[in-house]
């Protein structure tokens, strides 16, 4: 099952008190005991504070997708009448919410909450059709209204809370007792009320007193006797407080005045002087009473073990919490005879008369003078408290919720008979025959099939249909006629294909949301088509961008491409969106929905497989008659046009190398026109090479009457695909239909076929198997007949016609009831909500807006997950270092991934209003991949929902910790997105001597802010995440999330192949690099990275000149930009020495070579013509030239540091000296050893693409890669 539990019990001021405690526990005990069930969380925006610690209390038991906000206007705390129309309106949102999370049980923890605060809890509101479980404490105001229920706010409040629970389906009560009150009060049936008491969290246990720490608790609230001990959970008359204090006056002077009363509750102001006013009253002194207002877990245990006795006087409670969790941490414990509360404590001699002051004040001496009774009590409490367990709880309720969900799903079996009376009306718009589509022969026989169930009509965009004599009735009209009785149906039903047979559904659909019958996943060559001619402009490049995003649009843009990306993107989305419910024909088209969409899209699609009837005729020896086939010949046939989907040379190559090729009784025959192209060329040329026109031929167009005559005269059928884009092989299905033996691969929908029914080949099958198929069917009679047998036998059950009408009959059942929980159903109800539109202009235009904000939060199933990529640095300035290839190139990979089951979309950074917000970065996505004409306007505020995924590479310290103080991550937590940072190095606060003053304190900073606030960070090498490891420990940080490591991609051209974005004026490209005809007959020592202090120029540069005045002849190439040039001089350390000493050494331009604004291409040819690359960097977080040195065969010549250790291995040359000297020694030696051959080579050396990095990255994020 899927239980999602509603958990504003420890939300809202109920948090503060044992039913916030018993919310939370049982939660936590439903999720640790949960077994195969799905559980999630929803929880109200409105409620903020608690959402942090409440997504900590659940980490590892419930997944951060599956904790759910949701949003409804405030303030609408029911205290205040005029909050009433937004708390109702809330209600419907909630519900909303709710339903679209497709539940099989919702367990409310606590029902009666939303009266001083904005929670919001209903049952039955707006989903009727769903199972609700609430968690029932007591019926004490139901029971008591006078008391209770004085103000008619009071009374209608509570009169709505008490309809909801009548219309919840199951009751889970706290105690026996809790349970028989709800069956008496509210005239339940016992079945309806479960038992599944309560239990203390496992904090909540005896410890040995620490004398300091005893000490401070006591000095903390003024105690300096004995304490006797109450914790109520609340100011309110039945907890009895004054009656305690009354008793306590009545303590003997002796006894009192060895003894303090400690009341630990929170009181609001005007509940304090009450109290206080009383206990004057009463005598008591100054100190006698101790009122600690809200006390946190850890104080109110210490309290409960510090007690000398706890009493528990209230007059009437659904359990009694308190009272056991006193006695679980060790206290004595005595209390009322009352309700619940003898369950809880078990013990007769520990209980007393509540309503009696004395009899309370009676057994409080009567304990204190007691030794022995006192022992007795405290060795009871220990055994009574042991008996109560959440486990034991949380299992009971499961149980529960198990038996119902059973018994309405076996009350919910649908009859096998078409229902009696009115049949509903429906509209079925689809193209019909004469028309020559796959999708109108479909909707032909599958017309009989509805005609049982519904009445219905026909919607077409052709002049004439043409329909068989049984359906020859069934009325059709054209798409103005349905728009000016849509009223009139039940239900419009779109078959939806892919070609422009469909197109006139689109503005339908639109219009008049119905069921899409969805025939092919890809809808993308329809909406091309429309733009290409014209007829929809911008139709296929606004699906490819609400469905796909930037990368799609880009390759729909492509003229040499446009073919590919119709078959690369679905562009389905929208029509998925707008349809009321979707029907497919196979699973594999759900799990289509699920790498596209993300996990819960497609999850509540209903299944109707194609229908095949037993033909009327099936005359074996008229059809080859009637074909020219010899009775005698094996004939295999292929069915469909001849295409590279179909696998048809395969086919044909796997004949021709079979024991049939030389069998002259056997043919081969493809049933269908040739391919137009070269696929078609190849298959004839394959014909004429093997000189077997005589037993293999194709048969071209043929008509429906021929195609019925090959089905009849073939022994054998063969159908194979590759690039399954959802559709349903209606062939595979005529083959079984007209009981011929078939051969299938497992590819898209048909690997859902039973592997007895079909001879089932691997989805990427050898040529023997395919061989050995051919073959064994050719010579085995028995294994024909077996084949044949089962296939038909699967029509006859599968696929009949009947139990296909049944199927739509359901779907349509399932469609009716989801359409008064959708989204148009809500916005009629929000509507409707008297006293929420007040007629006043502005008012009701900003409550609007407010509505539509909260429905677009809703959970939905078909809202892609989002990875959200931070580039708010690269997208104002790409200044082309390290970092920002890191980002650009990492973000194209991500950009293109397709099918992944995400959305990427790079974000950024805004300060408006004084406050940091989050953007969709789209103009800079665009220009990133070259369509800034085809995508324009501001970017959008950031919108997110459960399950996204916050992701920075790019560096903005200042900007992130600015925007955390804002509180911006917070929220996107809140909201149920995980915060991932890739960390690059921690150079600036382990080698500050390297950087600016003061980077090591905003790096710091950062690091700190960061770790504070991420799911996850994620670090470029092993090194760098042991480096992370380590400094935060050592600075004591609160919090160290876990680690991930990810080494950088390498292939330069992973952004230049995805896009070749205009090189920047100052660059300087490939073609403009005269050096390279220098290095080509002389060593050369290629470093490549911004002229930073660390990177080592200076030594190289030492040695260089050494190696130069020792008459080594060899290059020096730096590749590389000035670095802090915005900085003054005096704060760039060694860098104006370095850039001085460059660009006025005399060896410039003859040996040594500075570089700068170089753009892929040309260092691509750099690291080909360079002999080997030298990196003497005192500090790396991992090295990107490394590996895009590695990737074009490079020798590396490296400092011996940990990272590149980890990243290059045993296939680099190391040096570990300081001065020029040593490094000078480093590459005489590995002159001498490449002289030789000897030298280690980089060809061996395992690093990853970007596309590989993006993958695991992909894999890191979703969970299944921490370090």
Known sequence: MRIVIDLQGAQSESRFRGIGRYSLALALGVARNAGQHEIWLLLNGALHASIADLRTAFAGLVPPERICVFDAPTPCAEHAPVHGPRARAGELLREYALAQLQPDAVLVTSLFEGYVDDALVSVGRFDRSGFTAVVQ??????????????????????????????????????????RQEAIDALQLEPQQVVSISTAVDEMFQPADSNAAELAALRARFGVTREMLMYAPG?????????????????????????????????????????????????????DELILTGYVDNDTLIALYRAATLFIFPSKHEGFGLPALEAMACGALVIGANNTSIPEVIGCEEALFDASEP??????????????????????HGRLQAKKFSWDHSAQRALRALEAEHAARSAAALPAQVAPAGAKPRIALVSPMPPEKTGVADYTNRVLPTLLPYFDVDLIVNQPTVTLPPETSHVRWYDAA??????????????????????????????????VVVLHDFFLSSMLAYEQINGNMPGAWTRALLHSHGYAAVRDGLQPQGMEAARDLWPCNLEILQQASHVIVHSDYARQLAADWYGPEAGCDWSMAQL???????????????????????????????????????????????????????????????????????????TIAAANAQQQVRISGWISDEDYLNYLQAADVGVQLRTTSRG??????????????????????????FPHDAVWMLPDQFERGELIGALETLRNDNARRAELSRAGFALMGTRNSPERVGRMYY????????????????????????????????????????????????????????????????????????????VVRNQLLELLQLRASGWRVEPVYLSKEDGRYRYRYARNYAAKLLGIEATLAGADPLLDVQAGDVYYSADHAPHAVMEAARDGVYAELRARGVTLNWLVHDLLPVLRPEFFPVGADAVHGAWLHSAAGMADRLICISAAVADELQAWLKAEHAPRIPPLAVLHHGADLVAGASAVAPAASAASTKADALPLLAQLAHTPSFLMVGTIEPRKGHLQALDAFEQLWRDGVEAHLVIVGNEGWKALPASERRTIPAIVN???????????????????????????????????????????????????????????????????????????????GAALARAVQDWLALHADGRHPGSQAMRWNSWRDNAHQLLAIIGGKDAA
Request: overall charge negative.
């Open 810 to 885: 359901e779907a349509l059942a399932r469609a009716a009831e989801r359409k008064g929980r959708s989204r148009p159903a809500l916005v009629q109800g929000l509507l409707a909500t008297p006293g929420l539109l007040t007629g006043d202009e502005a008012s009701d235009d900003t409550m609007l807006q407010q509505l539509a904000r909260c429905i677009a939060h809703a959970p939905d199933p078909l809202h892609p997950r989002q990875l959200l990529v931070d580039v708010t640095t690269i997208a104002r300035h790409d200044l082309k270092t390290g970092i920002e290839r």
């Open 234 to 286: 609340g100011f309110d008359a039945r907890k009895n407080i004054d009656g305690l204090v009354t008793a306590f006056s009545l303590l003997p002077a002796a006894v009192r005045a060895r003894h303090q009363l400690l009341i630990a509750s929170k009181f609001d102001q005007n509940e304090r002087r009450k109290l206080e006013a009383h206990a004057l009253q009463c005598g008591l002194g100054a």
């Open 1141 to 1219: 000493r460059l660009s006025r050494h005399p060896q410039l331009g003859q040996r040594l070579h500075w570089l700068q604004g170089l753009d892929d291409g040309a260092l691509q040819q750099l690291y080909r013509a360079s002999s080997c690359l030298l990196q003497p960097s005192e500090g790396e977080g991992f090295g990107l030239p490394l590996i895009e040195a590695a990737s074009y065969g490079m020798p590396l010549l490296l400092r011996d540091i940990p990272v590149c250790r980890e990243v290059a291995g045993d296939n680099a040359s190391y040096f570990s000296g300081m001065d």
């Open 481 to 514: 006629w349905l728009r000016a009785h849509a009223d009139q149906y039940a239900h419009i039903v779109y078959q939806f294909g892919n070609s422009p047979f469909h197109s006139y559904m689109l503005p339908l659909l639109q219009d008049l949301p119905g």
């Open 611 to 685: 229908p095949r009837a037993v033909p009327e005729v099936h005359d074996r020896a008229a059809a080859r008659a009637a074909l020219g086939i010899a009775p005698d010949a094996f004939v295999v046939c292929n069915f469909g046009f001849i295409g590279p989907s179909k696998q048809c040379l395969e086919l044909l190559q796997a004949w021709l190398a079979s024991s049939l090729h030389q069998d002259r009784q056997c043919q081969l025959i493809f049933v269908g026109a040739n391919h137009g192209g070269d696929y078609g060329l190849s298959i004839t040329d």
């Open 358 to 379: 004395a009899a309370i004040a009676a057994k409080i001496g009567e304990v204190l003078s007691d030794d022995a009774l006192r022992e007795r009590l405290r060795a």
């Open 137 to 178: 404490y007591d019926l004490i105001p139901f029971l008591n209204p006078a008391a209770y229920l004085v103000q008619p706010s009071q009374r209608d409040y509570y009169e709505r809370k008490i309809a909801s629970l009548r219309n919840a389906g199951l009751l889970l009560a706290i105690s026996d007792y809790s």
């Open 727 to 752: 559709e349903t092989s209606g062939t595979v299905l005529d083959c079984l239909i007209y009981q011929l033996p078939t051969i299938i691969n497992a590819n898209g929908a048909m690997a859902e």
